[in-house]
T-cell receptor, first 111, second 117 residues
Framework: DAKTTQPPSMDCAEGRAANLPCNHSTISGNEYVYWYRQIHSQGPQYIIHGLKNNETNEMASLIITEDRKSSTLILPHATLRDTAVYYCIVRESDSWGKLQFGAGTQVVVTP | GAVVSQHPSWVICKSGTSVKIECRSLDFQATTMFWYRQFPKQSLMLMATSNEGSKATYEQGVEKDKFLINHASLTLSTLTVTSAHPEDSSFYIC?????????????FGQGTRLTVV
């Protein structure tokens, strides 16, 4: 069972920041939050992950609330190539690499 | 990021035949690989965990005799769909995590589109 809740879809204007929310109210202390995305007919692509602290890499930023019950993935400057399904996944620290996917958010970036 | 490669990218087979899909970690060793299946407009469903040198662990509802998994080396896992039928037509995707280093992120292959006719 997926442990996360995401909106089914979002639209975003090209060049603007895209803020993707995720609720994981039942997350436990040893569980990480991972974000992946899947462009149509391709395998999922790793974006970012975090445990407690906010994280940033070349693709995105991850903001985790202090109580860890929700998080937001931020794509700072969305491009048309960012159109994809974005998955927020909670993973136990000892289930190395094992991911259970929920429905995700279909993000459409428009010109 | 690490590279995981699947082969073939797509395959069409006749009903009743078997099809083998390969998953390779190209630049790292993977003690564990995972196999997923994805039907159109649906999310990925975990089928099984492939463990190097031991039997695979299947998720509930996945027929182990139909979906044979072999993980003979630290860089290769194979999924064989036996006696394939049209309802097995799907997008099959594998993933792998680094054996050492990394922080548990999984890297995915590009997927294999199976069509059974």
């Amino acid at each position: 069972d997926a442990k996360t809740t995401q909106p089914p879809s979002m639209d975003c204007a090209e060049g603007r920041a895209a803020n993707l929310p995720c609720n994981h109210s039942t997350i436990s202390g040893n569980e990480y939050v991972y974000w992946y995305r899947q462009i149509h007919s391709q395998g999922p692509q790793y974006i970012i992950h975090g445990l407690k602290n906010n994280e940033t890499n070349e693709m995105a930023s991850l903001i985790i609330t202090e109580d860890r019950k929700s998080s937001t993935l931020i794509l700072p400057h969305a491009t048309l190539r960012d159109t994809a399904v974005y998955y927020c996944i909670v993973r136990e620290s000892d289930s190395w690499g094992k991911l259970q996917f929920g429905a995700g958010t279909q993000v459409v970036v428009t010109p | 990021g690490a590279v995981v490669s699947q082969h073939p990218s797509w395959v069409i087979c006749k009903s009743g035949t078997s099809v083998k899909i390969e998953c390779r970690s190209l630049d790292f060793q993977a003690t564990t690989m995972f196999w997923y299946r994805q039907f159109p407009k649906q999310s990925l469903m975990l089928m099984a965990t492939s463990n190097e040198g031991s039997k695979a662990t299947y998720e509930q509802g996945v027929e182990k005799d139909k979906f044979l998994i072999n993980h003979a080396s630290l860089t290769l896992s194979t999924l064989t769909v036996t006696s394939a039928h049209p309802e097995d037509s799907s997008f099959y995707i594998c993933s792998a995590s680094r054996r050492t280093g990394g922080t548990g992120e999984a890297f995915f292959g590009q997927g294999t589109r199976l069509t059974v006719v």
